[in-house]
Nanobody
Framework: QVQLVESGGGLVQAGGSLRLSCVAS????????MGWYRQAPGKQRELVAS???????NYADSVKGRFTISRDNTKNTVYLQVNSLKPEDTAVYYC??????????????WGQGTQVTVSS
């Protein structure tokens, strides 16, 4: 199977920055698209940013210009640099990966989430 492990969350003041990381491991043949989602209390999970295997990126309007997604295919890792944080960015951030396994089965996998809390 495939496991995703996030890190880098924490408590930060408004205007601060964090760098979230997500490492994929397991029976990986190829990692296709990767992305970061977030879920605030009482709200639905929403897409924050995504990146294709060719490194084309897409961002939610609310984070454009402040967040940057990138990936290192040699390390099976996706990053999310989050700058100019606002209290409304407070949420659990989840990593997602669309993975083709060594059995040539393709599925979506999720990490356990990392908490980002922005104080005003």
């Amino acid at each position: 199977q495939v496991q995703l492990v996030e890190s880098g969350g924490g408590l930060v003041q408004a205007g601060g920055s964090l760098r979230l990381s997500c490492v994929a491991s397991g029976s990986i043949f190829r990692i296709n698209g990767m992305g970061w989602y977030r879920q605030a209390p009482g709200k639905q999970r929403e897409l924050v940013a995504s990146i294709t295997i060719g490194s084309s990126t897409n961002y939610a309007d609310s984070v454009k210009g402040r967040f940057t997604i990138s990936r290192d295919n040699t390390k099976n890792t996706v990053y999310l640099q989050v700058n100019s944080l606002k209290p409304e960015d407070t949420a659990v951030y989840y990593c997602n990966a669309h993975v083709t396994t060594t059995l040539l089965l393709t599925n979506d996998y999720w990490g356990q989430g990392t908490q980002v809390t922005v104080s005003s």
